[in-house]
């Protein structure tokens, strides 16, 4: 059984900055893309970042320069650190793994990001 989850969500002043982590089981973990997603209250979610299983890197616009996506497959856990964050980043923050026929998501951890 796969499994998927996040930690490291919290509240944090705007400027500041927090790291998630996505631990997975029950999956061939280096051989796989990841990715992390939000979604914040109203909006659709929405792409963060994504790296594949050779490491190459894509984000979303509004993170770049501010976010970095990485993963340590001897320890099966994707990480994104988040630095300057704007009360815009606020949102549920979930890690998935894409594989044939079906995607495996977690069930998110929160970022608020407020004075």
């Known amino acids: 059984q796969v499994q998927l989850v996040e930690s490291g969500g919290g509240l944090v002043q705007p400027g500041g900055s927090l790291r998630l982590s996505c631990a997975a089981s029950g999956i061939i973990f280096n051989i796989y893309s990841m990715g992390w997603y939000r979604q914040a209250p109203g909006n659709q979610r929405e792409l963060v970042a994504t790296i594949t299983s050779a490491g190459g890197i894509n984000y979303a616009d509004s993170v770049k320069g501010r976010f970095t996506i990485s993963r340590d497959n001897a320890k099966n856990t994707m990480y994104l650190q988040m630095n300057s964050l704007k009360p815009e980043d606020t949102a549920v923050y979930y890690c998935?793994?894409?594989?044939?026929?079906?995607?495996?998501w977690g069930r998110g951890t929160q970022v608020t990001v407020s004075s």
């Open positions: 998935n793994i894409p594989v044939p026929r079906t995607v495996y």
